[in-house]
């Protein structure tokens, strides 16, 4: 079983529309949660981390259900420039790097 | 600031030489990381360097890669005897300290042994 999993997409929108990627994690040691975006051949960048709680940043939220092991991103009101693949990332206790997935891929269309 | 930065930008090396891939993290950054990332794939860790520690080489997938980070800034990655499943994008990372979990990462550098 892969640490992290995520559906590779792509996930195809119209502007404006709600769009939501979960992404599974196996060891339930992990401690810290990210979503990180990378457009095409560019490098990643931290996108949000993942709170316990939640957390909101503008047009995005992220959410952690430990019991489960799963992280949600909603992005609601899509953009053009919202266009890139989403990476799942997680950091568990023992390890001294982060755990990308591989990725899921949105493109919102005009 | 001046962020990670990475040279050469692309590199296009015949199978069996040696290359040499240069990374420069963000000043004052204590932790440097290497991951590559072949065409379709997530990031693959290789290499991490922590301050002064010995660097965790766990994620190195052969005895042909070999790092090493001078002065505890600037990073070469190493690829001896390339082979063309070698080619991928390389992509350095810094952060500010252990579970700095924040990293920034480089442009990369895009391999391509032929």
């Known amino acids: 079983r892969k640490e992290v999993e995520q559906d590779p997409g792509p996930f195809n929108v119209p502007e404006g529309a709600t769009v939501a990627f979960n992404c599974t994690y196996s060891?339930?040691?992990?401690?810290?949660f990210f979503w990180y975006r990378q457009d095409c051949r560019k490098e990643p960048k931290l996108l949000m981390s993942?709170?316990?709680s939640g957390n909101e940043d503008g047009r995005f939220t992220a959410q952690l259900n430990r019991a489960s092991q799963y992280i949600s991103l909603l992005i609601r009101d899509s953009k053009l420039s919202d266009s890139a693949t989403y990476l799942c990332?997680?950091?568990?206790?023992?390890?001294?790097?982060?755990?990308f997935g591989k990725g899921t891929m949105l493109l919102v269309s005009p | 600031g001046a962020g990670v930065s990475q040279s050469p930008s692309n590199k296009v090396t015949e199978k069996g030489k040696d290359v040499e891939l240069r990374c420069d993290p963000i000043?004052?950054?204590?932790?440097l990381y290497w991951y590559r990332q072949s065409l379709g794939q997530g990031l693959e860790f290789l290499i991490y360097f922590q301050g002064n520690s010995a660097p965790d080489k766990s994620g190195l997938p052969s005895d042909r890669f070999s790092a090493e980070r001078t002065g505890g800034s600037v990073s070469t990655l190493t690829i001896q005897r390339t082979q063309q499943e070698d080619s991928a994008v390389y992509l350095c990372?810094?952060?500010?300290?252990?579970?700095?979990?924040?990293?920034?990462f480089g442009p990369g550098t895009r391999l391509t042994v032929t």
């Open positions: 990372a810094s952060s500010a300290s252990l579970g700095g979990f924040e990293q920034y």
């Open positions: 990332v997680v950091h568990h206790s023992g390890y001294s790097t982060l755990t």
């Open positions: 993942v709170y316990s």
């Open positions: 060891n339930s040691a992990s401690q810290s």
């Open positions: 000043s004052g950054h204590t932790a």
